[in-house]
Nanobody, 126 residues
Framework: QVQLVESGGGWVQAGGSLRLSCADS????????MGWFRQAPGKEREFVAG??????????ADSVKGRFTISRDNRKNTVTVHLQMNSLKPEDTAVYYC?????????????????WGQGIQVTVSS
């Protein structure tokens, strides 16, 4: 069974940091672009950050640019994607999802991602 498994979420005070990780299981996504999305209560899922399959190109939503950093570690049989989140704000509170896209350059559009993790909660208190 193909899976993406997120870890590293939790609770933090405003101004703090968290590091999310996403690991593949069941297959490797070494030639897939990877992305992070988030969904806050009552809101639609939104793009947060993306990285191409080689890790050379990264792109961010304006709301997180300069605060969040996406990276990936491509090993022979596994891929791990990280999202370093600094200077967190209460409006960053959401469930964060890792996703894999067969478009190797990646996309900001959720519809162009083929595989999704189950999501992990991030809560930032003021």
């Amino acid at each position: 069974q193909v899976q993406l498994v997120e870890s590293g979420g939790g609770w933090v005070q405003a101004g703090g940091s968290l590091r999310l990780s996403c690991a593949d299981s069941g297959r490797t996504f070494g030639n897939y672009a990877m992305g992070w999305f988030r969904q806050a209560p009552g809101k639609e899922r939104e793009f947060v950050a993306g990285i191409n399959w080689r890790g050379e190109i990264t792109y961010y939503a304006d709301s997180v640019k300069g605060r969040f950093t996406i990276s990936r570690d491509n090993r022979k049989n596994t891929v791990t994607v990280h999202l370093q989140m600094n200077s967190l704000k209460p409006e960053d509170t959401a469930v964060y999802y890792c996703a894999a896209s067969s478009w190797s350059s990646g996309s900001r559009l959720s519809g162009e991602y083929d595989y999704w993790g189950q999501g992990i909660q991030v809560t930032v208190s003021s």
